[in-house]
């Protein structure tokens, strides 16, 4: 057995230090694969040396139980990263639209049009409207059909045939350079608004909202609502916030009555919250509830939802409120696995190292263990780096184990992997910890590897 760990452990020692200290001339090598392990024969002669680099095909086999779960996983990141793409495309769109750069802006929309996601019907209001912009009618008008034909349900259709009356209605005209400059005056007439006659001013909000002003336009109609005392500004908004709008103006004025309403306009987004059954809508509501300091909303939330992924969404928020004891205490009742994930993270978003520490500890699942060992070892303090060589003592896992490697690794603690490599036996952990200390630019890695080569 020490054999064997001398000949994995010396070979990788000899390669770290290579790169360490003065290189003498070596000779070329040929390398020949027996059971599992390289065999390197110096090709001018010298003993052969013998290094462990892969495990035995049966090892490599994976139960169907997990072999089918790592494909949801691959599966549900493939398509996280699809919406993400699709969500920059439109961002972008609409950052073009406010620089009036609609050329831009319809190659944009185009892009999130042909990936038909969520936004795609949005991406196609949009791109009419900037084609009109272009003086490109024909093909707004085109672009408007394609909208209502692909999307009978879409929420921005009322946009659209008030957006075709205004195409229909300019057909044969030239574009107007003056319609960017009609439109900052607005902006600029809206914002007066705010301090001379709020109260006046909320139906021609209401009418800018409703007619087929740009995206700035318009948010700077609802931004001016927001800023409201007045009870019927908040009806507005509380209205356009339950759907009576398009998706972009609904998000808005979920984010605006979080910010800048008081109890009643929280009270509104809780009740929007129980009667929609839109889940992004849910979500966004429960990051306004963050924005707007509602721990106990979120922990309702977090406690009673039904659906697994919002509850883990309110359990998100928390954490980025810093609600660690309330996290403590769902996670005591919580029963789905990927919740309790969520739990995790979010005690690590906190820093709650003592918490952690229990988990890794003496959580009962695997996965659960190992996930608040990783969590752990990305902290890297003195702290942890004492509670993973002990997790690391006490646990038989293989998997545990090298997780702990790795967070020592990570937080540049060669003391701690020295010290476990000193005491363990078992040749493949050693390799495990040789290697990691064959890559740090440590005195302390370099000295033991110089050890091991004196041995």
Excluded: C
């Excluded at 790592?70 to 406010?98: C, F, H, I, V």
């Excluded at 800023?227 to 509380?238: E, I, M, N, T, W």
């Amino acid at each position: 057995m020490k054999t064997q760990i001398l000949k994995i452990t010396v070979t990788m020692a000899a390669a770290a230090l290579a790169a360490a200290v003065p290189a003498r001339a070596q000779a070329p090598l040929e390398a020949t694969s027996q059971g599992g392990y390289t065999v390197l024969h110096p090709a001018a002669g010298g003993s052969p040396a013998m290094i462990y680099t892969d495990r035995h095909p049966s090892m490599m086999e994976q139960d169907p139980v997990t072999r089918a779960r790592e494909d949801a996983a691959r599966e549900k990141e493939r398509a996280a990263r699809e919406k993400e793409r699709e969500y920059s495309y439109y961002d972008q769109g609409q950052s073009a639209l406010d620089s009036a750069r609609w050329e831009r802006a319809v190659s944009n929309f185009d892009r999130v049009i042909e990936l038909k996601g969520n936004k795609a019907d949005a991406a196609l209001y949009w791109k009419a409207y900037a084609q009109n912009k272009l003086g490109q009618r024909p093909e707004a008008l085109a672009t408007i059909n394609a909208l209502a034909k692909e999307y009978p349900k879409s929420r921005y259709l009322s946009d659209a045939k008030a957006l075709e009356v205004e195409v229909k209605r300019d057909s044969g005209q030239p574009v107007n350079p003056a319609a960017e400059s009609d439109e900052e005056l607005k902006i600029m007439a809206i914002n007066s608004l705010q301090n001379t006659a709020p109260e006046e001013a909320i139906p021609m909000l209401q009418k800018v909202l409703q007619g087929t002003g740009s995206p700035k336009l318009k948010a700077q109609a609802l931004f001016v609502l927001a800023q409201s005392s007045s009870p019927k500004a908040r009806d507005v908004l509380v209205n356009i916030a339950k759907g009576n709008g398009n998706p972009d103006l609904q998000l808005r004025a979920v984010r605006y009555l979080a910010i800048h309403g008081g109890r009643e306009s929280r009270a509104a987004l809780a009740d929007i919250y129980r009667t929609t059954s839109d889940l992004d809508m849910k979500k966004r509501i429960l990051s306004a509830f963050m924005q707007a300091g509602e721990k106990d909303r979120l922990v309702a939330a977090a406690q009673n939802e039904q659906n697994a992924e919002l509850r883990a969404t309110a359990v998100q928020q928390l954490g980025a409120m810093g609600a660690q004891e309330e996290l403590w205490s769902l996670y005591q009742k919580e029963s789905t696995v990927d919740v309790k994930k969520q739990i995790i993270r979010s005690l690590f978003t906190g820093g709650s190292v003592t918490r952690l520490s229990e988990l890794a500890r003496a959580e009962q699942n695997p996965e659960l263990r190992l996930l608040a060992v990783r969590n752990l070892g990305v902290m890297g303090s003195k702290r942890t780096g004492d509670i993973l060589v002990e997790i690391y003592n006490s646990d038989k896992d293989p998997e545990i184990r090298k997780a702990v490697i790795n967070g020592l690794f990570a937080s540049g603690n060669a003391e701690g992997l020295v010290a476990l490599a000193r005491k363990e036996n078992d040749p493949t952990m050693k390799k495990e910890l040789v290697s990691r200390l064959s890559n740090m630019r440590s005195k302390v890695a370099t000295d033991y590897l110089l050890e091991l080569l004196n041995k």
